[in-house]
């Protein structure tokens, strides 16, 4: 039996870990979940939002499925997300967004792998109240960090089939940090002459996107800018819903869904489990149950193929509704 930290999170977050949970059980997957709770809930417990035990159950188990977490608003404490990512070096963000069967969008065929760095850039933390008036937060850029990740981005192509890498950036503006995140791509790029590779401003990608996504293949992109980016991938394959996540380093792996905790619909039955479903089917992957991942892939996408579908995508199916019908397809 294989032990995974499970974060059950707040807001949608624990009811779509029980969908998860239940689904990957019914798959006839035997996972002992060493189950962990962080966020706002845990700070009157516990003193703070992301206690040691979570790291040190992420670092004894190197594998976990975590469901949003927030983190409350000017109390003082780091984002959980951030430091969780900062602690365990998860350094590589990296968000598929691929169509759905059943879903419809605006556009077919749309086949983007947004790979964002993780650990640096503006979500370092490195803020200061300089007066009462300004407000000042510090954009690091390294060059070792921003050639793995670009290293990880042009690995990611080749051992997937991709064929071309953008790199998106502000160098034009922010000239020596996202200049040195440029540089570094550049680099990276130079050994992998079987890709692709092209550079472009995150206002015009951001545009391109949004009129023809299908020019675009794998996009590598400091933190800040992927964040943004990501979410306006997800709106192309049909929203926050679907669109799946992991946080990867060299010795651990997170895997979550794109979306926050979503608290105007929390508690209401109405969240959609697909992005953590398909963020799980990743971690199946990886720790290789791949024939468990295809039959739960095969079962969301028969579900989504009969029109049964939750709020968001126009559906009127609830969460454990929604579940129950993936489960009678497994
Ligand atoms: P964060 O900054 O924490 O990523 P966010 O500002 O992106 O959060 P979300 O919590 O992701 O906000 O929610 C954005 C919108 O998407 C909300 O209207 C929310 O209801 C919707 N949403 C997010 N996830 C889901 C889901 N799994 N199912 C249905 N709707 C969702």
Redesign the pocket.
Known sequence: MTTITLIKGD??GPE?TDAAVKIISAAGVDIDWDIQTAGADVIEKEGVPLPDRVIESVKKNKVALKS?V?TPIGKGFRSVNVQLRKDLDLYANLRPCCNLPGVKTRYDNVDIVVVRENTEDLYAGIERQVDEDTAESIKIITREASERIAQFAFDYAVKNNRKLVHVVTKANICKLSDGLFLESARKIAQKYPQIQFKEILVDNCCMQLVQNPNQFDVLLLPNLYGDIVS?LCAGLIG???VAQGANIGKEYAVFE?V???????AGQN??????ILMSAIEMLNFIGEKSAAERIKKAIFDTLNSDIK???LGGSYTCTEFTDEIISRL
């Open positions: 807001g949608i779509i949003p927030t979410d929203g926050l819903g869904p979306h926050g905790s979503a608290p105007d619909i109405k969240a959609n489990p697909t992005a939750t709020f968001d």
